[in-house]
């Protein structure tokens, strides 16, 4: 298989490689930069577009916005009604206040 050089740490990687915008515009980079680098990227530029969306109180969320599935996967439950933590959560029961 070809080596790459991720263009954004310099390393050599086998594989297809991934986009690196918005960190770099050309080029490809290693799977960790994406998932280090290039993700919190992306997620940062979605909440300055979208100041209004609700963020994920329980941590499950990696990108920190709410996202129920997230949850209701993890905890291997199939309604939010059904979850332990439904009380201080706020994704489909509905958004704490304040948060």
């Not at 300055?48 to 109180?57: G, S, T």
């Not at 916005?65 to 332990?84: F, K, M, T």
């Amino acid at each position: 298989m070809n080596k790459n050089k991720c263009c954004i740490c310099g390393q050599l990687f086998e594989g297809w490689g991934n986009n690196p915008w918005p960190v770099v515009n050309d080029g490809c980079c290693c799977d960790e930069c994406n998932a280090k680098v290039v993700i919190s990227a992306r997620i940062e530029m979605m909440n300055r577009a979208n100041p209004n969306l609700q963020k994920c109180v329980t941590g499950a969320s990696k990108s920190g916005v709410c996202g129920n599935r997230v949850c209701i996967e993890g905890q291997g439950i199939n309604c939010c009604a059904a979850c332990e933590h439904r009380d201080s959560c706020n994704s489909a029961c509905g958004w704490l206040e304040g948060e």
